[in-house]
């Protein structure tokens, strides 16, 4: 069976996106690399705003290793490279409100989790922290009551994301009572 060349197109266009951010995050490791030699050598000393511009791009990084491929197919080059560049641009600031968000969503979840009533103020509390941690990283205009949805059925439909939220939570119910109070709230 063969391919169309649109498809062809589009694999190699998306192969080339890959390899020009792995281009780019070369260059940037190897430049933060020379940085970090001539600092042990005395020459020169790096910055805090270096090392946490290095922080972020290694999140990126893992992230497009562990899922990469699958996000891309999924939501399409675009849409990943703007939210890749979002987090990119996080100040300090907003890098440690992002880190506390994300152990806040998880102590209200433990709080929350095997609910039955999603109508509580505490569940409406632990949504508006979760849309604020996807804005964090999503453009706002890609947000959408429908797009928050489709996320929260991954963390049941995806044992990777349930794993976190029933870990981080401290139950096996977590992702499915996240799942139905953003599918409530959204």
Same mark, same amino acid.
């Given at each position: 069976? %063969? ?32 940085? $970090? ?11 805090? $705003? ?34 890749? %560049? ?20 998880? $102590? ?11 109508? %509580?103020? +505490? ?12 804005? $964090? ?14 996320? +929260? ?34």
């Amino acid at each position: 069976m %063969q391919t169309s060349p649109e498809i062809q197109y589009q694999v190699l266009r998306s192969q080339r996106s890959k390899l020009v951010a792995e281009q780019q995050y070369l260059d940037d490791l190897i430049k933060n690399l020379d940085k $970090t030699l001539a600092t042990m050598k005395g020459e020169t000393q790096m910055t805090d $705003t270096e090392k946490f511009a290095t922080l972020k791009k290694e999140v990126i990084k893992n992230n497009e290793k562990q899922y990469g491929t699958e996000i891309r197919e999924k939501y399409g080059d675009a849409k990943i490279d703007r939210s890749n %560049q979002k987090f990119n641009s996080l100040s300090e600031n907003e890098f440690s409100h992002f880190k506390e968000l994300s152990a806040e969503i998880l $102590t209200e979840l433990k709080n929350l989790a095997n609910t039955t009533d999603i109508k %509580q103020p +505490a569940a409406k509390h632990l949504f508006d922290l979760h849309k604020e941690y996807l804005l $964090t990283l999503w453009p706002k205009d890609q947000y959408s009551a429908e797009a928050h949805k489709n996320l +929260a059925k991954m963390y049941i439909c995806d044992e990777r994301f349930s794993k976190y939220y029933e870990e981080g939570a401290g139950n096996p119910e977590a992702a499915k009572t996240l799942k139905a109070i953003i599918d409530y709230y959204a």
